[in-house]
């Protein structure tokens, strides 16, 4: 009998409702997308879920079976299918043109206009699809050939300006002195977990630094750029478990050296030694 009473309750309820003409609307579900993204050197779980707006849960739970029984061992090139809750399509602005349509596969650096900052994985292709560039322009605007390393800041023409290149992260960065009458310093430096080791030290322009690095395992990857975030070319093979590299410093000011693993390495510490040569 109580059942009974209930039914109709719900029953009567229900008219009253059509009756106002209320309608009851579904809760909107959060907007969601899947990606393909290639696994790079140094991507993470984790790392990859920043990109997307998820987390690494999430990831694994959809590619178990290819990743295996260990979230953490990735393997370079592994293509993964993400779940991408960033939103849905970026509204272009009137008229179309260069505008950001956001984060991508071998695309996904930090754009804080007009600057681009190079991700792992980036290639030069992707990062002008991502703008609606041609890859000539972008090239031209950056005064850039065909390679990338991570952390390369590129102008992207047309988007809007007005603000300072990105700053790169020196908090941690060791200052590097030279003794009076020296031109030469050695370093021994670690790297954490897959991390990097920066050094920052000040150059006239016109000067040559030599770069020398050793690495007790995994090869180590090179990178310099000015205090402002524009990166100066090195000279000589880099990548290598040995690198011996040398630039033209374009200016006087401070530098920032960032010598990082080329490939997540096997154990949580990699020890390397540095020499800087400055002539």
Known sequence: MLRMRLRISVIALCIVVAGLGVVMAPRPAMAQS????????GDTLAKIAGRYCTNWQNIYD??????????????????????NYCGGAVTPPVGGGVYDRGPTTHASGPYNAPYYTVAWGDTLYSI?????????????????????????????????????????????????????????????????????????????????????????????????????????ALNGPNSGVENNLWARLPATDDYIVTISPVQLPEGPQLPFDVTFIMQ
């Open 128 to 232: 002008a699809n991502r703008f609606g560039l041609s890859v000539a322009a972008l090239q031209q605007a950056s005064n850039i050939g065909a390679g990338l390393n991570a952390g390369q800041v590129l102008i992207i023409p047309g988007g809007s300006g007005g603000v300072k290149p990105p700053q790169p992260p020196v908090t941690n960065a060791e200052r590097i002195y030279f003794a009076p009458g020296g031109i030469s310093a050695t370093r021994t430096g670690v790297i954490y977990n897959g991390g990097a080791k920066s050094y920052i030290l000040g150059g006239q322009a016109g000067q040559a630094l030599e770069i020398g690095t050793r690495s007790h395992g995994d090869p180590l990857l090179v990178t310099i750029v000015q205090v402002n975030g524009v990166s100066v």
């Open 62 to 83: 959809v590619n178990r079976q290819a990743i295996g029984p260990n979230p953490h061992q990735l393997s370079a090139g592994m293509a993964l299918t993400v779940p």
């Open 34 to 41: 899947f990606v393909t993204v290639v696994v790079q050197p």
